[in-house]
């Protein structure tokens, strides 16, 4: 099973490189995040033309996420328990075979000591206890998506420049940490322990030509899909060239 995860930042205004990409990448699974539309919206007729099943939890203008399947749904799950009435559309997941599978889009947060900055870090404690009542990480267990957070300086083209700033200050470091400790591991370090390794790079400084970015985007696993892992890539190429997302795919993949 090949599982990637893709912040598109809008999912009809990136359609024709999604559609050439899973074209061409042939993922199994997909997590997406930041659809920018509605589920009324969301252009399944192009996509399920690739033998795609979409689960979609959209939302007008901002967020949304959503899982593409090659293979059958099972109990499909829409935001958190813990969310209130009219939040935000951040969190989809479903069971795809013996996998649980969650697409997350963890709020930016702003500027760290803002108001949306401390909504973030609570927004990431109501995500671990989600997880943490909703699985068993003795199954396989994959929460993918834009974490909007770097686990350390190895993920940060500047730490200098980015220390203690918004994605990288030790608050939401702690928060990443602790979704981590509840029997999750950063699959993308199994197979690259060094750094230099980005999925996101900012439009306004032309980050991505100047190889200026932050690795924020992450596939985590409990022990029985990292033991089903053979390896963990991040398709720079999907960020190049024309009208492209600011974020590249990650894709995982799982042995039989």
């Not at 920018?36 to 689960?55: H, N, S, T």
């Not at 300086?153 to 981590?180: F, G, M, Y």
């Not at 060239?241 to 990650?250: I, N, Q, W």
């Amino acid at each position: 099973m090949l599982v990637s995860t893709w912040n598109v930042n809008s999912v009809r205004a990136r359609l024709p490189r999604l559609v050439q990409w899973l074209e061409s990448a042939k993922p199994d699974v997909v997590c997406l995040q930041e659809l920018k539309c509605v589920d009324e919206q969301f252009p399944r007729e192009e996509i399920e033309a690739l033998g795609y099943q979409i689960a979609a939890y959209g939302q007008k203008t901002y967020n949304g996420v959503a899982i593409l399947s090659k293979r059958r749904f099972d109990d499909v799950f829409y935001g958190m328990r813990s969310d209130p009435p009219d939040s935000d559309r951040r969190v989809i997941g479903a069971q795809i075979g013996d996998v649980f599978v969650v697409s997350v889009y963890v709020v930016n947060g702003q500027e760290v000591g803002s108001p949306k900055y401390a909504y973030k870090l609570d927004w990431m404690n109501r995500l671990r206890d989600e997880l943490r009542t909703r699985y068993d990480f003795n199954e396989k267990v994959i929460v993918a998506g834009d974490f909007n957070v770097t686990f350390d300086d190895r993920d940060v083209h500047d730490p200098k420049a980015w220390h203690e700033k918004i994605l990288c200050s030790t608050p939401e470091r702690e928060r990443l940490s602790a979704l981590v400790d509840l029997g999750l591991a950063d699959s993308f370090r199994k197979f690259h322990a060094d750094g230099g390794h980005y999925t996101w790079w900012d439009f306004r400084t032309r980050g991505f030509q100047r190889g200026m970015g932050l690795r924020i985007d992450h596939i985590l696993m409990s022990p029985a899909a990292l033991d089903a892992c053979g390896d963990v890539w991040i398709d720079k190429e999907a960020r190049d060239g024309e009208k492209p997302s600011d974020h590249a795919p990650v894709l995982a993949r799982l042995e039989p």
